[in-house]
């Protein structure tokens, strides 16, 4: 049975930075695209980054040159490193692949 477990949310304050991991139970990791995606309060979900079994990345443009994809094979677990955090980065993040989905770690950003 595949898991998603992301970890990392947390208060932080404008400008400051947070990184999310998310740890993928089963042997599905290494052989699949990771995604990460948001949900902002009171809107959808939206598509954050995601990343190719080859390091491909490509990122949403409210995010990009702030936001890093990245993951580690050998321990199952792909990142998202968030720099120059805004209010409007509020959500609750998840990571997805091949159609599981984790449950979720929010971010507030806030004085």
């Known amino acids: 049975q595949v898991q998603l477990v992301e970890s990392g949310g947390g208060l932080v304050q404008p400008g400051n930075s947070l990184r999310l991991s998310c740890t993928v139970s089963?042997?599905?990791?290494?052989?699949?695209?990771m995604g990460w995606y948001r949900q902002p309060p009171g809107k959808q979900r939206e598509f954050v980054a995601l990343i190719s079994t080859d390091n491909n990345t490509n990122y949403a443009d409210y995010v990009k040159g702030r936001f890093t994809i990245s993951r580690d094979n050998a321990k199952s677990t792909a990142y998202l490193q968030m720099n120059s955090l805004k209010s409007e980065d509020t959500a609750v993040y998840y990571c997805?692949?091949?159609?599981?989905w984790g449950r979720g770690t929010l971010v507030t950003v806030s004085e």
């Open positions: 089963g042997s599905i990791f290494r052989f699949n695209t």
């Open positions: 997805s692949t091949r159609g599981h």
